[in-house]
């Protein structure tokens, strides 16, 4: 079976990574998938393609002007049915809106991940793509949430289309593999001259909340003096939190690099992940973090409670105020014990539950249901 995975990717976040395992694992199964990544004609490269072509995935990208680009789309779909594409996969409600808009007969069977979903204030630009998007879902053949909470949350969205859960999946062993990497060079400075490092990762947007994160970090200096604090990411909050930074004077222990390609290396020589996002589906950085045993403190959003046992496998911060953040890291930092006990239970659990393979099993399935 041919599959064509459309995305439009900002970064080489959760569900890139998503993405890039799913399509590895599915080439181990014997479908041909092809990753169709859209950016605006200016982009040379994104990361998503950089990293596809560094693991030797197959990837196109398509240049075309952003918006509602239903030519452009049209053409997509025609290339598609040309070269003999038996699906469509999107990821992303850019490809739900411009693949789903059209009648059956015009494109091909058509399925759709959700790998999150924030609701816009309204009457925004965003606020009309997610009316819309609302809409096409209804129309696909199969839709696939991250996590049950979703699916519950989304049950008078998806008023009449075929609802899935199928949890993210993730490369065990290249995750394993590039936490051996050594980081870049100023990110090595930073992790040598800081104890404990703590890390968070993710766009900096207003959902993933890392301005509780900063306010927590500078609560718990009186007892960590050496600590350091890197967010890995880049958005549109960064000037927000970089002025964070400033009225805390934590310029020296406070480090937000960007994007960075190798976050498991990062991973490997930090001593906690922070998630204390306001919204989240099923974080593929969560997984990494089970992976490579590293402590996470989570808020209770998404599958995380879940995936985390409701803090068996870690810290679950039911009101992920700064004072709780701060509460949950002190109280991991300070206990070994407990800590490697929590640890050890989620390495576990990432391999019996979260794996690639158990993953693109699970939608290989939907696929011969939605196209034969």
Not at 353 to 370: F, G, H, K, N, P
Request: aromatic share 6%; glycine share 8%; charged share 25%.
């Amino acid at each position: 079976m041919k599959v064509l995975h459309l995305i439009d990717s900002g970064g080489l976040y959760g569900a890139e990574k998503m993405l890039l395992a799913l399509v590895s694992e599915q080439i181990k199964q014997g479908l041909e998938p092809m990753i169709l990544s859209a950016g605006e004609p200016a982009i040379e490269e994104k990361p998503l393609e950089a990293e596809a072509r560094r693991l030797g995935l197959p990837i196109t990208p398509w240049r075309m002007k952003p918006g509602l680009n239903l030519p452009e789309a049209r053409k997509i779909i025609t290339w598609a049915r040309e070269q003999g594409y038996d699906l469509m996969h999107s990821h992303g409600y850019k490809f739900n809106i411009l693949a789903g808009i059209w009648p059956r007969r015009m494109r091909l069977p058509l399925v759709a991940t959700l790998h999150g979903y924030v609701r816009a204030p309204r009457f925004t630009k965003m606020w009309l793509y997610e009316l819309m998007d609302r809409l096409v879902l209804r129309r696909m053949q199969g839709v696939i949430l991250v996590n049950e909470p979703m699916r519950v949350e989304l049950e008078s969205v998806l008023q009449g289309s075929k609802a899935h859960v199928i949890p993210n999946g993730v490369d065990i062993a290249d995750i394993e593999r590039r936490a051996e990497e050594e980081p870049a060079s100023d990110m090595g400075h930073f992790l040598s001259t800081h104890s404990p490092v703590i890390l968070g990762v993710g766009r900096l947007s207003r959902e993933k909340a890392f301005e509780r994160l900063i306010e927590a970090f500078a609560a718990i200096r009186d007892h960590y003096p050496q600590a350091g604090l890197l967010v890995v990411g880049e958005g549109k909050q960064r000037g927000e939190l970089e002025s964070l930074v400033q009225q805390y004077s934590l310029d020296t222990d406070v480090l937000m690099p960007g994007f960075q390609e190798n976050v498991p290396a990062l991973m490997a020589r930090a001593d906690a992940l922070v998630i204390p996002s306001r919204t989240e589906g099923l974080p593929i950085t969560l997984l990494e973090a089970m992976t490579l045993k590293l402590p996470v403190i989570a808020s209770a959003v998404g599958a995380m409670p879940e995936v985390l046992e409701n803090g068996e496998n870690g810290w679950i911060v039911q009101e992920p105020f700064p004072e709780s953040i701060r509460d949950s890291l002190h109280e991991c930092l300070k206990n070994q014990e407990p800590r490697s006990y929590k640890v050890q239970k989620a390495y576990q659990k990432v391999h019996r539950i979260y794996s690639s393979r158990a993953m693109a099993t699970a939608y290989s399935d939907i696929y011969q249901q939605v196209a034969g």
